[in-house]
């Protein structure tokens, strides 16, 4: 199978657009995208990445990634984790703070964690980017979820006050899918 063309399943232009931006600084491969209705499990992220994946490849027939975003706390041992959609969604940037109220510390990672299938019954291979950082007031543009309330370890900046250059090589996007790249090229080049 040829990687230079691959879908990406997610209903999140965001993503999309990282991840392409992402993907074209290292291999010449062309990402292309597709909204599907996968329903996403509770559990861990690996096990919720691995049954998106899995079922993302067999709806759409051939070989497909997908991705999965965790924000985890570390007063709360992990959580929301990768519930953190709903959590936005419904306490949005002041409620992801008071969340944390009372507590000594405001620590908190960014997990990533990309999925590739080669195929429908092919069981996907996970890539896990992790950048950490803390919770903080938000600051910046809120153009893509939580990225105004977390400002990763050692800036000053949080991710929304970051070009998309700087997001972009120390996200926990970029960690992801500078493995999923390597496998990637590692494949093509089995291929040829
Ligand atoms: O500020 C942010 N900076 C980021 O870098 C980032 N990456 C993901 N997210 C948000 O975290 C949740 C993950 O949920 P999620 O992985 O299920 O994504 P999703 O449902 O939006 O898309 P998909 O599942 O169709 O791919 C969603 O609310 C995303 O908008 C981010 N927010
Ligand atoms: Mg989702």
Redo the contacts with the bound molecule.
């Keep these: 199978m040829s990687v230079n063309k691959l879908t990406?399943?997610?209903?999140?232009p965001?993503?999309?657009i990282?991840t392409q931006y992402i993907l074209s600084q290292g291999i010449p491969i062309e990402i292309d995208s597709a909204?599907l209705d996968?329903p996403?499990l509770q559990g861990t992220t690996r096990e919720?990445a691995i049954a998106?994946c899995r079922r993302a490849s067999e709806l759409l027939g051939r070989a497909c990634i997908?991705?999965?975003?965790?924000?985890c706390y570390k007063a709360l041992n992990g959580l929301p984790g990768?519930y953190?959609?709903?959590f936005?969604?419904n306490l949005g940037h002041e409620g992801l703070n008071k969340l944390l109220v009372g507590f000594e510390t405001k620590e908190a990672y960014?997990l990533?964690t990309f999925a590739y299938s080669a195929g429908p019954g092919s069981e996907p291979l996970l890539f896990e980017g992790r950048t950490d950082g803390a919770i903080v007031p938000p600051r910046g543009p809120p153009l893509?979820?939580?990225?105004?309330?977390?400002q990763p370890g050692g800036f000053d900046k949080t991710?929304?006050e970051m070009s998309k250059e700087e997001?972009n090589i120390i996200?926990?996007?970029y960690r992801a899918l500078d493995k999923l790249k390597a496998y990637l090229a590692a494949l093509s080049t089995a291929q040829t």
């Design positions: 990406f399943v997610t209903g999140n965001n993503k999309l990282e909204d996968i996403e919720i998106k997908t991705e999965d975003t965790a924000l990768p953190i959609k709903h936005m969604k960014a990533c893509f979820g939580w990225d105004a309330v977390f991710y929304a997001k996200s926990h996007r």
